[in-house]
T-cell receptor, first 108, second 111 residues
């Protein structure tokens, strides 16, 4: 069993839809990261959180430490949100264990 | 700051050749990570350094792989000899405390 599980693996949405990507982990962590990887490969950190909820623009990330679960939400999705979203959990030094990623495609 | 800088961006080499990937972390960051991304296995940690000292190299696949960090502003990942199965995108990341910043990656193709 992978230490970090994401769902769904693939997600297709219509522009404007509300999107949720889930992440469950089985190890102790210092922080959980949501990363975005666009075609062309660059990886951008969206959020780092260890408790509660964070919001940045149309993106919201939540984490439940007791349940070892996090969600990434995108409100009013747009084609430019199309990317692979990766959940990663971090140890105290910042070394990361990654989920397999969720490939999101938002259709106009 | 220009962010984490990796070079080269792309590398094509023949099997058996030595390959050296380079990384310049963000100034002031005290941890540096080398990751590998493949279609089959996704992103995996190869090795990480804290204050220039290798902390965990358990992800390094074989003795053909080696990494060094001679100072706080430079690290290399070397593969010698390279094999086709080493073809992947190699990312370097640096962090201060726990937030990590990634370089653009080096796409390595071994033919």
């Amino acid at each position: 069993k992978n230490e970090v599980e994401q769902s769904p693996q693939n997600l297709t949405a219509q522009e404007g839809e509300f999107i949720t990507i889930n992440c469950s982990y089985s190890v102790g962590i210092s922080a959980l990261h949501w990363l975005q990887q666009h075609p062309g490969g660059g990886i951008v950190s969206l959020f780092m959180l260890s408790s509660g909820k964070k919001k940045h623009g149309r993106l919201i990330a939540t984490i439940n430490i007791q349940e070892k679960h996090s969600s990434l939400h995108i409100t009013a999705s747009h084609p430019r949100d199309s990317a692979v979203y990766i959940c990663a959990v971090g140890g105290s030094q910042g070394n990361l264990i990654f989920g397999k990623g969720t490939k999101l495609s938002v259709k106009p | 700051d220009a962010g984490v800088i990796q070079s080269p961006r792309h590398e094509v080499t023949e099997m058996g050749q030595e390959v050296t990937l380079r990384c310049k972390p963000i100034s002031g960051h005290n941890s540096l990570f080398w990751y590998r991304q493949t279609m089959m296995r996704g992103l995996e940690l190869l090795i990480y350094f804290n204050n220039n000292v290798p902390i965990d190299d358990s992800g390094m696949p074989e003795d053909r792989f080696s990494a060094k960090m001679p100072n706080a502003s430079f690290s290399t990942l070397k593969i010698q000899p390279s094999e086709p199965r080493d073809s992947a995108v190699y990312f370097c990341a640096s962090s201060y405390h726990t937030e990590a910043f990634f370089g653009q990656g080096t796409r390595l193709t071994v033919v």
